[in-house]
């Protein structure tokens, strides 16, 4: 392994942090690293040619008040892959707010756990505004950038698809809607290479939605109707319609108007699903009712004639009960554990000729962070692989694949002391099978202080991976990935796997 250190950054956490996001498999780095030729256990696949791609929450200093695990500042985190061998490289996002926080050497706005007014800075970013934009959710890749995301809306930074150097806030042709920013979760549809969002405010208009082509101009921006701000985190499409989401999850409004923010569960409202063609006039959008839940991520849409089929995750339990006595971080820990929220792979569909809807639980397990084989977005797919959690944390350990045509589901389980990310699937060249494809996600492991890409076939993961792949240090557990073909990569193909930051 070829490692070279490439940038450091300024920490104020205490030597003696005891906070349990930002201690044990959740302690962040301050080293950015390039590492080439990495060291290989098990056979790295010839064929598996291109990025995974994974952002982290990783705070760099302590926060004004309560510190929510989804606040850290934003790293990326790549594994490339190319003719049997491996690159790594990690990244800061640099945020307009980490450069002003590192320039103040400490955390000047609150996050979501505090009250706004505590904020040492008057302005911010966010659907509640005053937040610090940290850009630590999502990363996608279009139009051959990187693209990293903020949970409650913020700007979109660009980032090199091979080296992650910085290139800049997504500018859209000067049309990126700065006021009101870009959800956690845009959508980039494989086919036609468009990127599909959403954001959403407290204020009106309480959800926009929005399409940018491959050519990354803003072809599409509508502003939907909702009774109040809502809360949304993700949304998905069909190869036609857009599919947007009313959940009965809201800001309690009595306390917005005090100035403080608390999500509530109303058991006594619908989940509302809102299809709107993908170029649709805002009148166009049509709601379907459903059981009240919330769903922090979908899988997939898809049409089946008149119908739109809708996956994703069930919460039977949006709002846990927490003991009387519960500290903050154990009440914290129990709303973001899959356990806690209980989680299940789940279907509706609603009929755009009749008007008719039904939905369906498809399994009794608990997972979460599902990924599909990205070339059947907005088409029918078969397979979902998903995260299972530790009970009360919010880390995974381990990994599910649901069969949908058969039911039947297969369990991968990391050791003890082993946490997993997101799982990408990368198909293989010229894969006709859906799950004739490779899983490729990033652990941290306790038991060796290491951290390490694993590869699976994405068919056979009872078989455990196939090749692991060392990274240079054990990195901070997280959550959102992604995968990016070498194809989609411009100059990949002019790439020195050896040299992979020299060469671009
Ligand atoms: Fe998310």
């Known amino acids: 392994m070829e490692v070279e250190i490439v940038g450091r950054m300024l920490s104020t956490l205490p030597e003696d942090d005891d906070h349990p996001y930002r201690t044990g498999p959740w302690q962040p780095q301050t080293t950015e690293w390039a590492a080439d030729d990495l060291v290989v256990s098990g056979d790295l696949p010839e064929d598996l040619d291109g990025v995974y791609l994974r952002n982290t929450e990783n705070p760099l200093h302590p926060a004004i008040g309560r510190y929510h695990p989804f606040e850290g500042d934003g790293m990326v ?8 061998q491996a690159f790594y490289r990690n990244r800061f996002v640099r945020t307009d707010a980490l450069l002003a926080e590192q320039e103040a050497g400490e955390s000047l706005w609150v996050g979501l756990a505090e009250r706004p007014d505590k904020a040492k800075r008057r302005d911010g970013w966010g659907a509640r505004g005053h937040l610090k934009d940290s850009s630590s959710t999502d990363v996608v890749v279009h139009n051959g ?3 990293s995301s903020f949970y409650e809306c913020g700007d979109l930074y660009a980032l090199d698809p091979v080296t992650l150097e910085p290139r800049g806030k ?8 700065r006021d009101r920013g870009v959800s956690a979760h845009p959508q980039v549809d494989e086919h036609t290479g468009e990127m599909l969002f959403f954001n959403y405010n407290a204020r009106a208009p309480y959800l926009n939605y929005g399409v940018v082509d491959d050519a990354d101009r803003l072809v599409h921006y509508v502003p939907i109707d909702l009774p109040g701000p809502r809360l949304p985190h993700d949304m998905t499409f069909t190869e036609n319609y857009a599919i947007l989401n009313d959940l009965p999850m809201v800001w309690d409004a009595k306390l917005m108007e005090r100035g403080a923010y608390l999500a509530r569960f109303h058991r006594d409202l619908p989940t509302r699903l809102g299809v709107i063609p993908r170029r649709g006039a805002a009148d166009e959008i049509r709601w379907f009712d459903f059981d009240p839940t919330y769903v922090l991520h979908w899988t997939n ?3 089946e004639g008149d119908e739109i089929v809708v996956e994703g995750f069930f919460q039977h339990d949006p709002e846990p009960s927490v003991a009387p006595d519960a500290s903050y971080y154990e009440r914290m820990s129990r709303f973001i554990s899959l356990d806690g929220f209980q989680s299940r792979l789940h279907r509706w569909r609603m009929n755009l000729a009749t008007g008719a809807c039904s939905e369906e639980s498809l399994t009794d397990s608990i997972t979460e962070f599902g990924m599909i084989n990205a070339q059947h977005g907005g ?3 078969r397979y979902t692989y998903a995260a299972t959690g530790v009970p009360g944390r919010f880390l995974f350990n381990g990994l599910t694949r649901h069969d949908s045509a058969t039911g039947d589901e297969v369990h991968y389980a990391l050791p003890d002391g082993v946490f997993g990310s997101e799982t990408s699937v990368a198909p293989r060249p010229g894969a006709t099978a859906e799950d004739d494809a490779y899983l490729v996600t990033m652990v941290t492991d306790m038991n060796t202080d290491s951290s390490s890409a694993l590869v699976f076939h994405a068919a056979d993961i009872a078989a455990g991976p196939i090749a692991t792949v060392a990274l240079p240090e054990r990195v901070s ?6 995968w990016a073909d070498g194809s989609r ?3 990949w193909s002019d790439l020195d796997p050896l040299g992979a930051g020299a060469t671009i």
């Open 489 to 491: 990569i411009p100059g």
């Open 301 to 303: 849409a898809w049409e």
């Open 77 to 84: 985190h790549l594994v490339g892959f190319r003719d049997g």
């Open 145 to 147: 950038q990187v693209l």
């Open 379 to 381: 088409r029918p797919h």
């Open 477 to 482: 557990s997280g959550t959102h990935s992604t």
């Open 170 to 177: 997504a500018d859209w042709h000067g049309d990126f809607p």
